[in-house]
């Protein structure tokens, strides 16, 4: 610091000043041997006339001996003064460099605090642009897959990865019994689910449901806004801009879970039906929060399965890799190659983007289809 330089120059100072008297000390003990000597040139010499003339000499020879203690005393002190002249500049440095490093910590301060303001709206950017989740319960006797909590999160809420799984209808009675044999038959429906969707006749099935087409295409087509200015809007959007990774990371853990399946690839239909539905869920809560900020979402889970049914198959069948085997159908008298599906987690809203884009281009036509 400022205080403790000054310190360090008076102590050298002072340094300085006894070095000073020291030099006094040996000069007066020099002028006094030359005093002396000259005494004893003086003595060896031959009487001089009178005493006057003694007087003279003696007087002379002080005055040399005065003369150069003078001279050597008055190099001293310019030297010493060119090293305080010199620990001044020196002090004066170390002053400024002090200035300086304080103005760099205010710099360092302050581009810490502008840091953690611009780390601040992003969060909060990110909470707005992120699909959100309930972080209350979801009520299973009044509201089932219809009914959201008041309060959203970023985290993924097992309640909501397991809406998509309950077939509960949002009409169920508060009746325990009726609840209690719901929970019983829960792991036989989802393991029939798991399994649903991978069965080529069902595939074809699908593909050739009118209602089901119309219904993945709506929802590909719509323009429902997802951002307050109103200038990003729709799924494709969603995929495109706001499903960030770790979301993605954490429906594919619970999906992995629930399918008992890789956690880092969609490997099946059935998974790719779950990861969209999910995913479709956390699309329509963007877009209802846009509005209605304050206000619970009602989402209809078997609706929401409904609609991306077909365009989970439509995928499947048109970016899926033939195993080599073939399904004859006896209803369309046709027969069908099965496709296998492979999809990472981190390729996932860059391919979906890029399929759902094609599935508009195409009108979700299919060529294992009637339609």
Known sequence: SYS??????VHDSAKQLSALEKLEEKVMEKMQQKQ??????????????????????????IDEASDDFNEIYQQEINKQREKIIELEHEMDKLSLKIKETERDKDSLLKQK????????????????????????????????A??????????????????????????????????????????????????????ISEQIEILN?????????????????????????????????YLKQKTVDQIFSK???????????ISSASGLVNVLSFATILYKVKAYQVIHSDKRPKIDNADIKNTVKYLSIWIVRSHGVKTGNTYYDNKTNKEY???????????????ITQYLKEFVDKKGTHIDSIL
Do not use: W
């Open 4 to 9: 403790e330089a000054n310190t360090l120059v």
């Open 36 to 61: 002396k000597h000259n005494y004893e040139i003086l003595h060896d010499t031959e009487p001089f006339s009178d005493d006057e003339t003694h007087e003279n000499v003696h007087i002379q020879l």
């Open 113 to 144: 605090d502008d840091e953690i303001a611009k780390l601040k709206k992003e969060i909060k950017e990110l909470k707005e642009a992120q699909a959100v989740t309930p972080s209350t319960s979801l009520n299973q006797s009044g509201s089932g």
């Open 146 to 199: 219809n009914g959201l909590g008041t309060s959203f999160s970023l985290s993924l809420n097992q309640d909501i990865m397991d809406m998509h799984n309950n077939n509960s209808s949002a009409n169920e009675t508060d009746d325990d019994q009726k609840t209690t044999t719901s929970s019983k038959l829960s792991v036989k429906k989802k393991s029939q689910k798991h399994r649903h969707y991978d069965n």
């Open 209 to 241: 449901n009118e209602d089901l087409k119309n219904k993945s295409l709506s929802l590909c087509l719509e323009q429902e806004r997802i951002s307050k200015s109103g200038s990003d809007k729709g799924i494709i959007m969603f995929f495109t801009k």
């Open 255 to 265: 999906s992995g879970k629930t399918q008992k399946s890789d956690p880092n690839y």
């Open 337 to 351: 190659p099965f496709y296998s599906i492979k999809i990472s987690k981190q390729d996932f809203s860059k391919a």
